[in-house]
């Protein structure tokens, strides 16, 4: 179960701090999150929270840039960041006693950046190359692609790198702006797993974080699923298909059924994507299946990769074993794909930090932490026929597709419609 030494305290400012003690550890992870990502910015500056992202590692009112990296990096600690559609983390891990020396920079990153001009003219290059470079990676982009798809013309499709011309627009002002309208203590919380103590935090905490500023939480556009199609010919030498549905939200009542089935549909090498796709067809070297979900909303994915010649054989099969799914299921893999899900979960309660990021999105998520125990509950009382269920409600939504390569020979939407 989780840890019963779990606290929580929250501060007379609205920020949380969270601690999940690991008394046999050396280490510390720790980091805030913030209940603000990619769905949150105006569609001009798409983008902005991911340049946030790294522009608060390029200097405050008191480091450099080349600070910040050296002050972690001399006591053998490392930073990093990340950007998604619905939050954004700073986070850190070290040994415990530099505990204070990580909430410090966290503190001052997220408090006292300076956004200077200078440096954000140079990061905005960078960034435009890590677009570049996913545009580049057509089974990286072909995915925002689909993102687009399956949310048109909302927040929830546009991608969380933003695209070359929103970053154009960027500026100091914009980003620092941003930073000072989401960034409130009630929508940030600090979390730490390994050998910490929860007091220490708080008081740590309190004394470093004094400069947010409260203010009632700014609502992200609703999602709503669209459906439709994407088609991208490109020379490539694989062709990229990614076929999905409307899913479900994280408190929906199957949402541990929807993970259970993305698990037996293409979780695994024992999968019926896998089995079916590439070991007995030979269709494609990578064969999965998602389940990805939102605050509001959510999205299952199938993603195959395979040859121009092999395209027109793919989606019937890909609609075959969907069909299969919605109409029988067996104890055996519903069991076999419980068993994976929670020897993940518990593989990543051994980790300092995938414990600390566990702890942080929960909270964002569902407003508490949940115990082990309750996830297992979840995962128990999936059986057949939920699966079964669970798999009829998706797979009767509007499909979406997204598909890169050489395309000649795959098979329009409509026809891929009438198979499923």
């Known amino acids: 179960m989780t840890s019963p030494e779990i606290r929580e305290t929250r501060l007379p400012n609205g920020l949380r701090v969270l601690t999940d003690p690991m008394h046999t550890v050396e280490t510390v992870s720790v980091g805030v999150w913030a209940d603000v990502g990619a769905r949150h910015e105006p569609a001009d500056i798409n983008g902005v929270c991911h340049m946030l992202e790294h522009m608060a590692f390029k200097g405050t009112r008191r480091r450099s840039a080349l600070d910040i990296a050296v002050e972690m990096e001399d006591v053998g600690g490392h930073m990093n960041a990340y950007t998604s559609r619905e939050h954004t983390a700073f986070y850190a891990k070290m040994l ?27 990061e905005r290059g960078v960034v435009v190359q890590e677009i570049c470079q996913s545009i580049d990676t057509p089974d990286d982009i072909v995915f925002d692609h689909f993102q687009a798809t399956a949310y048109d013309n909302q927040a929830l499709g546009r991608p969380v790198l933003g695209t070359v011309d929103s970053v154009q627009r ?10 000072h309208a989401h960034y409130s203590p009630e929508r940030l919380v600090i979390a730490a797993a390994g050998r910490v103590d929860h007091e220490a935090l708080v008081a740590l905490v309190g004394e470093h974080f004094t400069a947010l500023t409260a203010r009632a939480p700014a609502p992200g556009q609703p999602a709503r699923y669209t459906g439709g199609e994407y088609r991208e010919p490109r020379d490539v030498e694989q062709v990229h298909v990614v076929l999905g ?86 104890a055996d893999e519903v069991a076999r794909a419980r068993a994976q899900l929670r ?36 995962l128990d009382a999936v059986d057949e026929a939920a699966v079964a269920r669970t798999a009829e409600r998706i797979f009767t939504t509007p499909p979406t597709l997204a598909a890169l390569g050489t395309l000649d020979a795959m098979e329009p939407l409509e026809r891929l419609k009438g198979r499923i």
């Open 343 to 378: 020897a993940g979960i518990l593989m990543g309660m051994e980790s300092t930090s995938g414990r600390c990021e566990q702890l942080a999105r929960q909270v964002l998520v569902y407003g508490r932490p949940i115990p082990n125990d309750e996830v297992m509950a979840g």
């Open 170 to 179: 960027l500026d100091s002002g914009i980003v620092g702006g941003f930073q």
């Open 96 to 122: 415990r006693e530099d505990l204070p020396l990580a909430v410090d920079l966290l503190a001052d990153i997220l408090q006292h950046s300076v956004f200077d001009p200078e440096e954000l003219e140079r």
């Open 245 to 330: 549905f409307d899913g479900v939200a994280y408190e929906d009542p199957d949402y541990y059924a929807t993970a259970v089935l993305a698990t037996l549909l293409g979780g695994g090498m024992s999968s019926r994507l896998f089995q079916e796709v590439r070991e007995k067809r030979g269709l494609a070297y990578t064969v999965n299946a998602y389940a990805t979900s939102y605050a509001d909303g959510g999205l299952f994915t199938l993603y195959a990769g395979t040859g121009p010649a092999d395209v027109a054989a793919l989606t019937p099969v890909l609609s075959d074993e969907i069909n299969k799914v919605r109409v029988h299921v067996a």
